[in-house]
Nanobody
Framework: QVQLVESGGGSVQAGGSLRLSCVDSGRTFSAYAMAWLRQAPGKDYEFVAT????????YYADSVKGRFTISRDNAKNTVYLQMISLKPEDTAVYYCAATAFLSVTTEGYDYWGQGTQVTVSS
């Protein structure tokens, strides 16, 4: 069973940084690829970044490439999203999600967290 809890969201000014964390309280974290997705108000879910189960492979959306970094610590059952040079258009609820197969889409995830709000003001 996978139970995901995100933290680290907040309000920052444009150009600022945040680090999101997502902890899995289950016992199978290292078996799953992990992803971060986001949903801005009135918009569909958007893929942000993903990392393979052992952390050797990562993919990013073009909109965040070079600004966001996904990483994981399987000993701590935690996946991170380091965000720098934040822009107002990054404002969204950010979700972590787990999947058996690495994905760069917003579909097919087995487990989702409850989300954490990120607000970037200009």
């Amino acid at each position: 069973q996978v139970q995901l809890v995100e933290s680290g969201g907040g309000s920052v000014q444009a150009g600022g940084s945040l680090r999101l964390s997502c902890v899995d309280s289950g016992r199978t974290f290292s078996a799953y690829a992990m992803a971060w997705l986001r949903q801005a108000p009135g918009k569909d879910y958007e893929f942000v970044a993903t990392i393979s189960a052992i952390g050797g492979t990562t993919y990013y959306a073009d909109s965040v490439k070079g600004r966001f970094t996904i990483s994981r610590d399987n000993a701590k059952n935690t996946v991170y999203l380091q965000m720098i040079s934040l822009k107002p258009e990054d404002t969204a609820v950010y979700y972590c999600a787990a999947t058996a197969f690495l994905s760069v889409t917003t579909e097919g995830y087995d487990y989702w967290g409850q989300g954490t709000q990120v607000t970037v003001s200009s």
